[in-house]
């Protein structure tokens, strides 16, 4: 068992009620109001910008080579991840101008501003276990939720879920 595992298991009230609440459940299900996916969207493109400035931040963080390297690949993909994001966002009615003139809601501020602080405080080990429960947190729904997909052809969510249940 992993030690990420371990942790799960310690805390596993915690861990499933981030992982499975509402939202996700009517996200499975397709019943999720647009204008709450459309309300997510713009706070998941806020909260990408500041995931972004955290992995460039690891890059600074770096004493090694391979770790800057690694830091460097993470914001790559976070940078890419960010145009996918624009697209997705555009074929559910949201501009680059309607994102970026969003505010950001005090749950998108409070956890992103924690990541960063604890990466500007503490170490590069510090950064990345902030870290940790976003990345590893969305590729466990996206692949709870990838089987909804076979049993639903329409689902329309479907690009959200099988980006996010891929091995990207």
């Not at 910008?49 to 890059?59: E, H, M, Y």
């Not at 697209?87 to 990541?115: D, I, K, N, Q």
């Amino acid at each position: 068992m992993t030690v990420f595992e371990r942790l799960k298991q310690a805390t596993a009230e915690d861990w499933n009620s981030y992982v499975d609440h509402a939202f996700v459940r009517e996200m499975e299900a397709g019943t999720l109001p647009e204008a709450a996916f459309r309300a997510y969207l713009v706070q998941d493109y806020l909260f990408l910008i500041q995931f972004a400035r955290a992995n460039a931040l690891a890059v600074y963080k770096s004493r090694t080579l391979d770790d800057m390297s690694a830091a460097h690949g993470g914001l790559n993909a976070i940078l890419g991840e960010m145009h996918l994001h624009v697209r997705l966002c555009a074929r559910w009615g949201l501009s680059p101008a309607t994102l970026e003139a969003a505010p950001e809601h005090a749950a998108t501020v409070a956890y992103t501003r924690y990541v960063l602080d604890c990466g500007a405080s503490g170490d590069l080990l510090d950064l990345h276990v902030a870290l940790a429960p976003c990345v590893i947190g969305y590729a466990e729904i996206g692949r709870r939720l990838a089987p909804a997909l076979a049993a639903r052809p329409d689902h329309p969510y479907r690009e959200w879920i099988a980006e996010y249940a891929s091995d990207g």
